[in-house]
């Protein structure tokens, strides 16, 4: 699956400088997510006055929405050391294990993707989450010996995209569960505002407004847009990010005004000029615009489905009737596709399966 589009979610290596740059560095800097950030600056505060670690913390959501900001926000707040780490990256129990007894006392673990996490080492964590406490197990077959390791009390914060695909009995020993939501318009504005700062950009209000209507919702690609509409600025008009230069920059990188790069539109016509707005099955689909399903299904349709322009049917994909709208074409009959679903039908069908 690819993910490094100009709209993704998804980060890439080439910008986890840029993007940590603007980071917020302390609670009171987070923008938005309000009811979750009170939460979480009741839990250490609390935790401080006790002297002791707080509980351990899970925050799932969408990619780009500030997961791994909080973590390293809530190492910060603590005044403690932080060790980042992923799901993938742990295969087997002993890799965790020499994590976790490297730990100082009240240190912050982040593990990203943590539903990703093998068996082996998920089981091992449950006894250092709960007991401070690890086995490790020496030796093979008939003579093996499980040695008992103490663990320095710490704070574990797990990050998931998928949060359905944890297992009960992990989700049930983290102490505060948060989602996160999509950022507001003016959520995003207040954001791009600060990001220009740090950056040393300057921007006008209508131009931050026209950036975050193109960012999905997501801090993440707000900030993406915002360097290269700095690029453009910098190169082809006088250095300042306002609505002008703001919308000849994201024409140039064939972002559209709901947000769409090159990849969805191409999804959206294809169901539209070719299939008459469905339904079609993803594999077709994947196909008729040259890329694999996986990319299709993980990087076009949450934001298509969620932008009403596409719905998921038990029969297969469907433009929905603002897609049509949104291309310039006009929908058969006024409505959607040929033997689509009634309006009611398509946000409430199951996802086909490919």
Known sequence: MTGDGLVSAHVNDAELDAEASVRPKRLAEFIAQHRVRDQLD???QGAMRRGSPPD???LSGPPGLGKTTLANIVAAELGAGIRVTSGPAIERSGDLAAILTSLAEGDVLFIDEIHRIAKPAEELLYSAMEDFR????VGKGPGATAIPLDVEPFTLVGATTRSGLLTGPMRDRFGFVAHLDFYAPADLEALLHRSARILGVPITDDGATEIAGRSRGT???ANRLLR????????????VVNLETARAALTVYDVDALGLDRLDRA???ALVDSFRGGPVGLSTLAVAVGEQPDTVEEVCEPFLVRAGLLART???????????HHLGR????????AEAPSVPDLFSAAPDQP
Do not use: K, M, Q, S
């Open 42 to 44: 009741l839990l250490l």
């Open 267 to 269: 999804v959206l016509t």
């Open 314 to 324: 038990p029969r297969g994909r469907v433009a929905t009737e603002a897609a049509w």
């Open 56 to 58: 351990h913390i899970l």
């Open 228 to 239: 290269r509409v700095r690029d453009f600025a910098e190169v082809r008009a006088e250095g």
């Open 134 to 137: 690890v086995d490790v197990v």
């Open 330 to 337: 006009t929908p058969p009959n006024g409505t959607f596709g």
């Open 219 to 221: 801090p993440r690609i």
